[in-house]
């Protein structure tokens, strides 16, 4: 038995889908179980996961088509028996992806865009449900293949490596963070479709950051994030106290999931460093609300606050669903959405977690 857990969405998406691969091997405990991602930091995620035979990994948006379509039939000749589209992915590619690699079942589920084409693409599924959490929707794909759930309990599975648990170790002892009250913060957001545009401004964080350390001299910051925020993170560390706030140089997600375990609280709006957090089962999570928060992608398993976007008062499907599409309303609108939030609901939030 070939089995394929395609997760071609966000890094947390692929989170998301840990749950269905431990599920899959206890049912396969002799199958090779492989998943194909888009992202390096999904493969972070899935590295060192001991239910998993391989991964693929391969940005196939950021090549030229002949290229991408010549991996997909290299995976087709690995003739996998079934294939899982895992939620959510609701852009009708990713279900082309699927019935290029051409396993005998393809099980997805069926989104809000759902056509003719997709019966044709994927030949078992279900819909997606706005009522439960991203991992429940994705376990109701084993009903299509005539499974039940085994394990008794569902959560995040991440598997940062001893040495990425004493990088976190050796960084806390050389800025002298031990015993000091530590909040993790994720000044940004996805980059795909518009997506970056629910970022909280960063003039609000800093404004918070200069809060938070005037209000507890007994609190360090640090700055999680990758390339994508360097800039906002020099700006960060230059309008704050350089000495109570840090940017730890994490070279892969495992070690930042190590150090998120190391953090007392963390701050974010729903990205994936907001799941790697609620994974490490930090005890101090808060999450600004966005146009895209609905119940599928709260962090799972872990106690959190949700600051609420008096902007949105509960209308979220009206600007995001899943349909292949990204947050609706102008840039403009969605931007002033963000700026609903203020820095004071933020900051006494934050203060009773740190608390």
């Given at each position: 038995m070939?089995?394929?857990?395609i997760s071609l969405a966000?890094?947390g998406?692929t989170?998301?889908?840990?749950?269905?691969?431990h599920?899959l091997?206890e049912h396969?405990?002799?199958a090779?179980?492989?998943?194909?991602v888009?992202?390096?930091g999904?493969?972070?995620?899935?590295e060192g996961?001991?239910?998993l035979s391989?991964?693929?990994?391969?940005n196939?948006?950021?090549e030229?088509?002949?290229s991408?379509?010549?991996?997909l039939l290299s995976?087709?000749r690995e003739r996998?028996?079934?294939s899982?589209?895992?939620?959510p992915?609701s852009?009708?590619?990713y279900r082309?992806?699927a019935?290029?690699?051409?396993?005998?079942t393809?099980?997805?589920?069926s989104?809000?865009?759902?056509?003719?084409?997709?019966s044709l693409?994927a030949?078992?599924?279900?819909p997606?449900?706005?009522?439960?959490?991203?991992?429940?929707n994705n376990?109701?794909?084993?009903?299509?293949?005539?499974?039940?759930?085994?394990?008794n309990?569902?959560s995040y599975e991440?598997?940062?490596?001893?040495?990425e648990?004493?990088?976190a170790e050796?960084l806390?002892?050389e800025?002298?963070?031990?015993g000091k009250?530590?909040?993790?913060?994720?000044v940004?957001?996805g980059?795909?479709?518009?997506?970056a545009l629910?970022?909280w401004p960063?003039?609000?964080?800093i404004?918070?950051i200069?809060?938070l350390t005037?209000?507890?001299?007994d609190l360090?910051i640090l700055l999680?994030g990758?390339p994508?925020e360097e800039r906002?993170?020099?700006?960060v560390?230059a309008?704050?106290?350089?000495t109570?706030v840090?940017?730890p140089p994490t070279?892969?997600l495992r070690?930042a999931a190590?150090?998120a375990?190391?953090?007392n609280?963390?701050?974010?709006?729903?990205?994936?460093l907001?799941?790697?957090?609620?994974?490490?089962?930090v005890?101090?999570?808060v999450v600004?609300?966005?146009?895209?928060?609905?119940k599928?992608?709260?962090?799972h398993?872990n106690?959190f606050t949700?600051v609420?976007?008096?902007?949105?008062?509960?209308?979220?499907?009206e600007?995001?669903?899943?349909?292949?599409?990204?947050?609706?309303g102008t840039?403009?609108?969605?931007?002033?959405c963000?700026?609903?939030?203020t820095?004071?609901s933020?900051?006494d939030?934050v203060?009773r977690?740190?608390?």
């Amino acid at each position: 038995m070939k089995l394929l857990v395609i997760s071609l969405a966000g890094i947390g998406d692929t989170l998301f889908a840990t749950p269905l691969i431990h599920e899959l091997r206890e049912h396969f405990p002799d199958a090779r179980l492989d998943a194909l991602v888009l992202w390096r930091g999904s493969r972070d995620v899935l590295e060192g996961n001991p239910h998993l035979s391989r991964v693929h990994q391969r940005n196939l948006l950021a090549e030229p088509k002949f290229s991408a379509l010549r991996f997909l039939l290299s995976l087709r000749r690995e003739r996998y028996n079934v294939s899982f589209n895992t939620h959510p992915q609701s852009r009708i590619h990713y279900r082309v992806v699927a019935r290029i690699i051409g396993a005998h079942t393809r099980i997805s589920h069926s989104y809000d865009n759902a056509s003719l084409l997709d019966s044709l693409l994927a030949n078992r599924a279900c819909p997606q449900d706005y009522a439960r959490h991203a991992i429940e929707n994705n376990l109701a794909l084993l009903d299509l293949f005539g499974l039940k759930p085994r394990l008794n309990r569902h959560s995040y599975e991440l598997f940062p490596s001893p040495a990425e648990h004493e990088w976190a170790e050796r960084l806390i002892a050389e800025k002298k963070l031990r015993g000091k009250k530590l909040l993790g913060i994720h000044v940004g957001s996805g980059g795909t479709k518009n997506l970056a545009l629910r970022r909280w401004p960063l003039a609000n964080f800093i404004a918070l950051i200069n809060q938070l350390t005037s209000a507890r001299s007994d609190l360090n910051i640090l700055l999680f994030g990758g390339p994508d925020e360097e800039r906002d993170h020099s700006r960060v560390l230059a309008e704050t106290d350089s000495t109570r706030v840090f940017q730890p140089p994490t070279q892969n997600l495992r070690q930042a999931a190590a150090l998120a375990k190391k953090c007392n609280a963390f701050l974010s709006v729903d990205t994936a460093l907001m799941h790697i957090a609620a994974a490490m089962r930090v005890p101090g999570q808060v999450v600004i609300e966005t146009p895209c928060w609905n119940k599928p992608i709260e962090p799972h398993g872990n106690p959190f606050t949700l600051v609420k976007n008096p902007a949105l008062a509960g209308r979220n499907l009206e600007f995001y669903r899943y349909d292949g599409h990204g947050i609706k309303g102008t840039n403009g609108e969605i931007t002033r959405c963000m700026e609903s939030v203020t820095v004071e609901s933020v900051f006494d939030a934050v203060m009773r977690k740190l608390e």
